[in-house]
């Protein structure tokens, strides 16, 4: 068994007891070792923690041997966050978490409430409603502009969406003083008074729409006075205007007149402008009546569109209108 003697000593100390060896003593400190030889200490601590990196309650020992250190991180334990929303964010604090927090966001139909359905969202564009994405369907119409007619105009159907202005035109001549009196065209009351033209007319009370005229060799028998074609003996009329006489079968001229000569053969013959073929006859009159009456000529095998004549023979007067029925 060793024995330590220390210096000026009577006893000895049995150092066959001492364990530690040179790296369970602090470093730089000497000991005795087991067999009576003086150990020089290796242990040192070399940590990095800080106080803020350990958790707030536990003790630790960072460089020094002697000095205990209590951490200062928080417990945070199963933190969490609820409720965020799309595009949000939340800070999380700093400290020790246990693993069993969660940041939760909202669901993304609590975020995209509408009711628009595919056929109420352009089409080619998407949105989401309610959490699902939905692909429109709605119809595009470009701009339009329409003129206003005779017959009502659907300008947009149901269920588009119009990408450009929708126009109405207007007609500066559409004033009170152009139409009918007491008829009413878009709103505007007419306050003119005459004689005014259908679709059917040929010639109206001095408004002459197939421009006729009086025929060489025939000029001073006919003349076209305010509101009407004054005739005497014999006079030929004509246009050249082409007449479409397509879906009509009479040709009708309203007129009053005398019979000239006691003539009971008095005539109206529709003859064809350029090769003066006759078309068809009708008889005038057979009296002298002075009566303001209508004749018609029939023109159902004449369905094609054509320029004519009127011939007026041993008749005076005058002709009011020639229309198509």
Known sequence: MARFYPSGGTGGADVSVVTAMADDVAK?????????????????????????????????????????????????????????????????????????????????????????????????????????????????????????????????????????????????????????????????????????????????????????RRLSGTESSASFDTGQITISSFVQIGTDVTVNFTGYSRINIQGKVDITSGSQSSSIRLIDYDSLGVLATVVWDSSPSAADYSKSIDITAFQYDRKVRLEFSKAKGAIYRVWLS
């Not at 940590?47 to 958790?55: E, F, K, R």
């Not at 250190?69 to 417990?75: K, P």
């Not at 035109?169 to 009196?181: E, F, T």
């Open 28 to 212: 730089g400190k000497v000991i005795v070792g087991p067999d009576g030889e003086p150990i020089t200490g290796e242990l040192e601590l070399t940590g990095t923690a800080a106080d803020s990196q350990v958790l707030a309650g536990q003790t630790y020992y960072n460089t020094d041997l002697h000095e205990k250190r209590t951490g200062a991180m928080a417990n945070q334990g199963a933190w969490k966050s609820e409720g965020l929303a799309a595009g949000a964010e939340v800070a999380i604090p700093p400290g020790y978490h246990n693993g069993g927090g969660k940041v939760t966001a909202k669901d993304l139909a609590s975020q995209t409430p509408g009711d628009a359905t595919a056929a109420q969202i352009w089409t080619g564009r998407k949105a989401w409603v309610n959490g699902q994405q939905v692909m429109g369907t709605l119809a595009i119409q470009g701009g339009s502009t329409t003129i206003p007619g005779t017959a009502a105009k659907t300008i947009v159907t149901p269920n588009k969406i119009v990408t450009g202005n929708i126009v109405v035109a207007g007609d500066p001549n559409l004033i009170p003083a152009n139409v009918k009196k007491g008829v009413p065209i878009f709103g505007v009351m007419g306050i003119a008074e005459g004689y005014f033209p259908t679709a059917t007319d040929l010639y109206l009370r001095g408004n002459n729409i197939k421009s006729f």
